[in-house]
Nanobody, 116 residues
Framework: QVQLVESGGGLVQPGGSLTLSCAASGSLGRIYFMGWYRQAPGNEREFVARVTSAGIRNYAGSVKGRFTISRDNAKSTVYLEMNNLKPEDTAVYYC??????????WGQGTQVTVSS
């Protein structure tokens, strides 16, 4: 059984910072990449960032320069440091893990609200 446990969401003012974390456990096999998606009310789920097992990072254009993704392979944990947050960053953030066997796993989601 695979489990992804997310934490770190909350309410923050515009311009503030938050760091999300996601710890993976269970029969994942070898992990190819770990990443984050988000979904705002009324919108489709969208890609935010991901990092491969080799440390290659990709970001959505809307978060580049403000968000930083990192990964601790020994702990099977991925982090998303979010700086200079904007109201349009408000969404439920989901952790995503893909194994080398192309299995996709999702966390339960954590709410991030950016509001004054």
């Amino acid at each position: 059984q695979v489990q992804l446990v997310e934490s770190g969401g909350g309410l923050v003012q515009p311009g503030g910072s938050l760091t999300l974390s996601c710890a993976a456990s269970g029969s994942l096999g070898r992990i190819y990449f770990m990443g984050w998606y988000r979904q705002a009310p009324g919108n489709e789920r969208e890609f935010v960032a991901r990092v491969t097992s080799a440390g290659i990072r990709n970001y959505a254009g809307s978060v580049k320069g403000r968000f930083t993704i990192s990964r601790d392979n020994a702990k099977s944990t991925v982090y998303l440091e979010m700086n200079n947050l904007k109201p349009e960053d408000t969404a439920v953030y989901y952790c995503n893990v893909r194994s080398y066997t192309n299995n996709d796993y999702w966390g339960q989601g954590t709410q991030v609200t950016v509001s004054s």
